[in-house]
């Protein structure tokens, strides 16, 4: 444990704790019962909380509430995006079998992807990024313009997960939208640390998660307008305007809506004190291991990157011994990815970012979030010179075997 | 107390031994080890280690005993240490143990070196086998008390550096006993399967995988009079005793079974002939590892020369000039195949290893 004995939580990209205001309104809605598709009074009333939950987060989105579908979570809104736009588009003319997709994309959007190229014979164009983890505008342009006609979807996050990196998103629409080509963007990370604006950006679908932005796990939208129908992946009592269906999650949406609502009202005044806190950890960081190095894109602000994640590689380490080492100490972080087995595997993000295996591995993540304190930060900079230190020498001992 | 590494493979005995060791007042850290480049291409299910499934079921008791857990990726360390040493034996016709190796590489030297790097004192285990302190402080290697679980063979190969870092809290437990023990503590491997075979051949065709990783190396089946029997795709197909799966055709004019006398690597000549042929009454071995000091001049002993198999009474001899190590059996032994280690005993405890370079017959049968 740490000096205080307490958990240092430096995690928030991966999930970050429920505002209590959320786990009130989500304790009180199960208590009661009602199905939000019965006719009777409970259902009703059932049906009321989920209207009203989507109308709020509609606003704190830029969207209209017809425009929220709600589903499980992050990754079954970007299945239903990508699957979904690319089985419907498809269907109106053969001719659509291409997917522009960027080489960051998490998992989420990764796998749906090499789903579909695999299974469903969709082609794939990769844009590549730069060391900065922002991909290349110009070669995303050239491979939608080589022959648009053929172009399904095109899909690029809002912000990396792994160096929270923000992505030209303008640009993209604007390249898409002049061929008519439907745009999914994964605002995942983003949302909650930046502005999101979803008619103002002109995106057709963006997919969006609570427990990201305080709200419970289990619970996501994929924002999308009115008049792009995607082919559902779940069929049955056509719920969610018929692309999602299964019985409404009415305590799940109401701590969702009741968390965003938080998390928007607060955003400017919590960014601002996030950043610091990045900044003091950076700097801290630095002192302590003269040559870590802070990757990603240095300049903060909405078109730069997240305000809270420092994305950092301590050269001669292995990311997962330091990882093994703050947590013994009570320090949660991360390495960036994980598999089925847990095995760390160098991340596709990095690597596509031009980093080697080694620097990839040799990787953490540290994600801060709305409870994040200078505290937390500082028990990180106290145990990381140890750690550092202890993790260098098991390296040595790795390459000399 | 102790900061340890528990080595959790999801099997029965690697949890109750993390069990312990907390029991006994140590700060354990559990870890799985990753072997595989692509998990699903070692076995899967319960019998092997190193599944994700197995990950799974090493996570879960680690959750039961409270204890952090971590995979530590050692593929590529495995790769090169065991898997690529086991095709390389069989491929000059001698026929390796992977366990011993693994344990003499990977278990007891590239994770205890990270554990002794990243702060801990040591590594615990679920091995079969009895530590204990000898008259000069130094830690002896007996084995285990259930003698069907015996593991000190493929332990066999640990020095005293490694010994006196190594925890086997099983030694003095029987099987049923550490079952029973797993179910009362709430681990659910507590029936698991014991695992067998070798963990990274999939299916458990030795031969089979040997065939994808060398090609066909065609060879022929000869008598002892040379005169060809049959011709075979790959000599590492066979092992030295073997009886079972030579489908000779033909058989032997003394209507005697035949077994694999000698393996000849580069014409990929296979000889069998009569068990007595099998005969060893002498060994010579290369490569010795001593638990401790080095035996002084002869040393009347028993040595095993297999996983399970029987011990045989001998004499043991450290040429110093050569840095061999003669064995004399007073016992025979059949079908012992140079590749194997030779584990040397002085009653229960361990005294060193060595890999068998050459065997002799003193008489003909």
């Not at chain 2, 039961?64 to 016709?93: H, K, N, Q, T």
């Not at chain 2, 000190?152 to 079952?179: C, I, N």
């Amino acid at each position: 444990m740490n000096d205080s004995g307490t958990t240092v939580y430096l995690d928030h990209a991966a999930t970050t704790p429920m505002w209590p205001e959320a786990i009130a309104v989500m304790t009180e809605e199960l208590g009661r019962i009602g199905n939000a598709s019965s006719l009777h009074t409970s259902g009703r009333a059932a049906r009321r909380t989920v209207e009203e939950s989507r109308e709020v987060i509609a606003e704190c989105l830029g969207a209209r509430p017809s425009e929220v579908v709600f589903c499980s979570g992050g990754t079954e809104a970007n299945n239903l995006a990508i699957k979904g736009l690319f089985w419907s588009r498809r269907a109106a003319d053969p001719a659509r079998d291409r997917i522009v997709f960027s080489a960051i994309e998490h998992h989420a959007l990764l796998d749906p992807v090499t789903w579909l190229a695999t299974h469903e014979g969709a082609r794939i164009d990769t844009t590549p990024v730069c060391r900065e983890g922002r991909i290349v505008i110009d070669a995303l342009r050239e491979a939608v313009d080589r022959d648009p006609a053929s172009v399904a979807a095109v899909t690029t996050m809002w912000a990396n997960n792994e160096l929270g990196t923000i992505q030209p998103i303008d640009e993209v629409v604007a390249i898409a939208q002049a061929h008519g080509i439907p745009v999914h963007s994964d605002a995942v990370q983003a949302a909650g640390y930046v502005p999101l604006d979803f008619a103002a950006s002109g995106l057709d679908a963006m997919t969006v998660t609570a427990h990201k932005l305080g709200g419970p796990v289990g619970i996501g939208a994929l924002v999308i307008k009115r008049e792009i129908e995607p082919t559902p992946l779940m069929h049955g009592g056509g719920q969610e305007r018929d692309l999602r269906s299964g019985t409404i999650g009415v305590p799940l949406i109401a701590a969702f809506a009741t968390a965003l609502q938080i998390t928007v009202r607060r955003q400017a005044q919590d960014v601002e004190r996030i950043e610091r806190l990045r900044q003091r950890l950076v700097d801290g960081v630095r002192r302590v291991v003269p040559d870590a190095i802070v990757n990603g894109d240095p300049e903060p602000g909405p078109d730069h990157r997240l305000p809270n994640i420092a994305h950092i590689t301590f050269p001669g380490c292995e990311g997962d011994a330091m990882l093994m080492l703050l947590d013994a100490q009570g320090i949660e972080c991360s390495t960036g990815s994980a598999c089925a087995a847990g095995v760390p595997q160098p991340s596709h993000v990095l690597l596509a970012m031009g980093y080697d295996d080694v620097a990839a591995r040799g990787s953490l993540r540290f994600s801060l979030g709305h409870s994040s304190t200078e505290a937390d930060v500082d028990a990180l900079i106290a145990a990381l010179p140890g750690v550092h230190a202890r993790a260098r020498a098991a390296s040595l001992v790795r390459d000399a075997s | 107390m102790s900061r340890l590494i528990a080595a959790m493979s999801g099997g029965v005995d690697s949890a109750v031994a993390a069990a312990r060791a907390v029991d006994a007042g140590h700060d354990v850290t559990g870890v799985h080890l990753a072997l595989s480049r692509n998990p699903r291409s070692y076995r899967s299910g319960a019998r092997g280690c190193c599944s994700i499934e197995d990950a799974g079921d090493a996570r879960r008791a680690a959750d039961v005993l409270g204890i952090p857990f971590y995979v530590w990726d050692m593929s590529d360390e495995f790769a090169d240490a065991v898997v690529d040493d086991f095709v390389a034996e069989y491929e000059a016709g001698r026929t390796p143990n992977p366990c011993l190796r693994c344990n003499e590489k990977i278990k007891f030297a590239a994770v205890l070196d990270r554990a002794l790097a990243l702060g801990f004192d040591g590594v615990v285990t679920g091995h079969y086998a009895q530590l204990r302190e000898g008259a000069s402080g130094e830690v002896e290697m007996h084995r285990a008390i259930d003698a069907g679980k015996d593991q000190s063979y493929v332990l066999g190969v640990l020095t005293q550096e490694q010994l006196a870092h190594s925890h086997f809290p099983l030694g003095d437990t029987d099987k049923p006993a550490v079952r029973a023990e797993a179910e009362r503590r709430g681990l659910t491997v507590a029936h698991k399967p014991d695992s067998h075979d070798i963990c990274f051949v999939a299916d458990g065709d030795n031969a089979g995988w040997l065939r994808d990783k060398l090609g066909p190396r065609p060879g022929t089946v000869v008598d002892e009079d040379g005169e060809v029997l049959r011709e075979h795709d790959g000599a590492y197909a066979f092992t030295i005793g073997q009886r079972r799966g030579l489908r000779l055709g033909v058989p032997a004019d003394d209507g005697k079974p035949r077994f694999v006398l000698d393996i000849e690597p580069v014409s990929g000549t296979v000889t069998v002939g009569p068990r007595e042929q099998l005969r060893v009454d002498a060994l010579e071995c290369i490569r010795p590892l001593w638990a401790g000091a080095a035996p002084d001049g002869r040393l009347e002993g028993t040595v095993q020369l297999r996983a399970h198999g029987d011990e045989h009474v001998a004499v043991v001899e450290l040429v110093e000039a050569t840095g061999t190590v003669q064995v004399e059996l007073r016992d025979p032994a059949f079908g012992i195949a140079p590749g194997q280690a030779c584990v040397i005993y002085d009653g229960t405890r361990v005294v060193g290893s060595a890999t068998i370079a050459r065997t002799r017959r003193l008489t003909t049968a």
